[in-house]
């Protein structure tokens, strides 16, 4: 799922102050997971936020609301109304939703209540843990099912840097290298040899390096154009 | 169990001992007989029971104070907390 | 004879080889570069300009390579893959070879996190290449070199003709896939490794053994890498901080007695750490020069380059070689 941290209520503060009537609309699916925006931390979040203009003295009108999922119009666009009498749309889901409402509903402003932080497990609850970089062409089944691209600090290919100390990482003693799990891993798999082969240099275009991804499935995408066609000529009749 | 969270600008009584007030915030003046709103968030099961044997046995408390029973102080949501100081209570006691 | 460099044909002539190291200075000033290509020059067959070590920025190793190369030591280049893209990688690469120099040892370079071990500044919040990893880097060289060719498939009308090298951490995590990395290294096209500095001889000799049974080290030089202790201190420091480095207890014991020797006399107990230091670099480079397969060393006395020509002279490793180019 995607992982999100709240910013704080300070720089939320910087942001809105000088808007009227604001919105805190939350996302029910990854980030309420993680605790950081979903309906009930967007209800905190106009809380404070309401609390923050009390003290301050000034007048404004903070309400707050959320959908399933902020990545699909289906789910927000029925609260259309609601947005268009605001000034501004404070969004705590992920990036995703910011994007998306901010393209499907008007001129009006939607800010970001998130830092947006990476695709995660929860290993436990209130743990979260950075585990695939979603780099557009897996290797999991050639390490183990441990992701080198994320889980390695330097994104090695072929096997751990100079770096490793006691099984952690340089960057600090905190952080496993991903190298010497995948190869404990491999071991007990007994698939040491597939790390003996060279990996070539990756291509990174299907990565973040080969800009903004899209994909369609067209025989859907179709569907859905059709449908659309169907109820403007019905709409014509 | 009680915890007791203090309202915004309001006396840090419950800051820890070690951290001297001046260095987070300039405690505002207390008006002579000022007398505190707080809202008390009571088990039912003890809390909520011990006030009663209280008034049972006529024992009495400021009248600043208003009681909530609840299920459990496990029901205490955050939102509760922070409505109680939206709507201007000067403490929040959570006893359970 | 790929690339006609001395340190090439050092090894090629089967005498052992020593290279050293020159960290190139945080200053705009060549002079420091200039003096220590002046204490070096003779006493190694070439010496590694490092590239940003511990993520901070100082005079780029291409450049500081050519200023000592002018000074008539040897250098050998290095390229992290921390810092540059394969595009900037090859044409850094086409325009070292352009300058004149030979030698390129292939890093992936220390995360910018690591930021010299906390006692600078750095650059922590950078941001990372990583496009390819090092033994990524070895094959675009040799495909340069050899095949004329971009990792891209593009034509080079001239190729870099580098003698191309590699790091080995024989010690480090996991200790029994170590063999398996240099070997990766190696068949990519490392023809030099240079390790991380050995104290437990014994360990490395078997970690040696592993590749050589292999058939690693009929097709690489190994240069084992020895760090010169300073003080006890720098031992017991190494010991536990740096990765992929043990030092046996007998050392620290010789040198925390030389230090106890001087008494309270602290300009003592650093001339006399530092004498110990030089006698166990020349007996560590002797019992490493004995392992089958180990070609040989790279010292590195880091910022105390008079040592190297101490220390070369004391191991017997003066004169270096002169070997003509054909």
């Known amino acids: 799922m995607i992982v999100g941290q709240q910013k704080p209520i300070e720089e939320l503060w910087g942001m809105l102050k000088d808007f009227k009537k604001i919105m805190v609309f939350g996302c029910n699916t990854c980030v309420a997971v993680c605790h950081a925006g979903g309906a009930k931390e967007a209800e905190i979040t106009a809380s404070l936020l309401r609390i923050r203009a009390a003290e301050e003295g000034v007048e404004m009108n903070i309400e707050h609301g959320a959908c399933e999922r902020q990545c699909e119009p289906e789910f927000f666009m029925p609260s259309i109304e609601k947005f268009k009498a605001q000034d501004v749309i404070l969004s705590t889901a992920c990036g995703v939703g910011v994007n998306l409402m901010s393209s499907q509903i008007g001129d009006m402003p939607v800010y970001p209540g998130l830092n947006t932080s990476f695709y995660g497990a929860v290993p436990q609850a209130g743990v979260f843990t950075e585990v695939c970089g979603g780099c557009g062409n897996c290797v999991l089944h050639l390490t183990g099912g441990i992701c080198p691209i994320v889980r390695c600090s330097k994104s090695l290919l072929n096997g751990p840097c100079g770096g490793t100390n006691n099984g952690k990482c340089e960057i600090s003693s905190e952080v496993d290298c991903a190298w010497y799990l995948i190869v404990e891993r491999m071991k007990k798999l007994g698939t040491l040899e597939k790390l003996f082969e060279i990996q070539p240099p990756k291509n990174w275009g299907t990565a973040t390096a080969g800009g903004p991804r899209k994909i369609v499935i067209e025989h859907i995408a179709e569907l859905e154009e059709k449908e659309e066609n169907k109820a403007t000529v019905e709409v014509k009749k | ?96 | 004879m790929k690339s006609g460099s001395n340190l090439e044909r050092v090894i090629l002539s089967g005498n052992p080889a020593v290279t050293a190291e020159l960290g190139p200075p945080m200053s705009a000033a060549p002079d420091e570069i200039v003096h220590k290509a002046h204490i070096l020059k003779g006493f190694c067959d070439a010496a590694n300009i490092t590239d940003c070590q511990t993520a901070v920025v100082r005079i780029s190793s291409i450049a500081a390579a050519f200023i000592a190369q002018r000074e008539g030591l040897e250098p050998v280049m290095q390229m992290t893959c921390r810092d540059r893209n394969r595009i900037a990688m090859q044409a850094d690469l086409l325009g070292a070879a352009a300058l004149g120099l030979k030698n390129c040892l292939c890093i992936a370079g220390d995360h910018q996190k690591f930021g010299a071990a906390g006692k600078l500044k750095g650059h922590p919040g950078a941001k990372n290449v990583y496009d390819v990893d090092t033994t990524q880097l070895v094959g675009i060289l040799k495909k340069m070199r050899d095949e004329s060719l971009q990792e891209g498939g593009d034509k080079i009308e001239v190729p870099p003709k580098f003698f191309i090298g590699a790091t080995w951490t024989p010690m480090g995590d996991p200790m029994d896939f170590r063999p398996y990395n240099l070997k990766k290294k190696v068949d990519a096209g490392a023809e030099f490794i240079q390790t991380q500095g050995i104290y437990d001889m014994e360990l490395f000799k078997s970690q040696c053994e592993k590749a050589r049974n292999l058939g690693v080290l009929e097709n690489t030089a190994l240069l084992a890498g020895i760090i010169v202790p300073k003080s006890a201190m720098m031992l017991k420091y190494m010991d536990a901080n740096v990765s992929g480095v043990t030092v046996p207890k007998p050392l620290i014991d010789r040198m925390a007695k030389a230090k106890e020797a001087a008494g309270d006399d602290k300009k003592k107990a650093k001339q006399l750490q530092e004498e110990e230091g030089i006698k166990i670099t020349v007996e560590l480079i002797h019992q490493a020069l004995e392992i089958p397969g180990v070609k040989g060393v790279h010292i590195q006395a880091i910022d105390w380059e008079p040592a190297i020509e101490i220390i070369v002279k004391a191991a017997g490793l003066y004169p270096r070689p002169n070997i003509p180019a054909e």
């Not at chain 2, 987070?24 to 968030?41: C, D, H, S």
Request: glycine share 8%; with cysteine; aromatic share 8%.
């Open chain 2, 1 to 96: 169990m009680a915890t007791v969270a203090e309202a915004p600008g309001k006396e840090a009584a419950s800051m820890p001992v070690s951290t001297p007030i001046s260095t987070i915030e300039k405690p505002n003046e207390v008006p002579t007989n000022w007398q505190p709103n707080i809202i008390a968030f009571a088990c039912h099961y003890c809390a909520f029971a011990a006030a009663d044997l209280a008034g049972v046995m006529r024992l009495t408390y400021p009248t600043g104070i208003k009681v909530i029973r609840m299920p459990c102080t496990g029901k205490l949501d955050h939102i509760y907390v922070l409505r109680a100081f939206e709507k201007g209570v000067d403490g929040v006691f959570v006893a359970g």
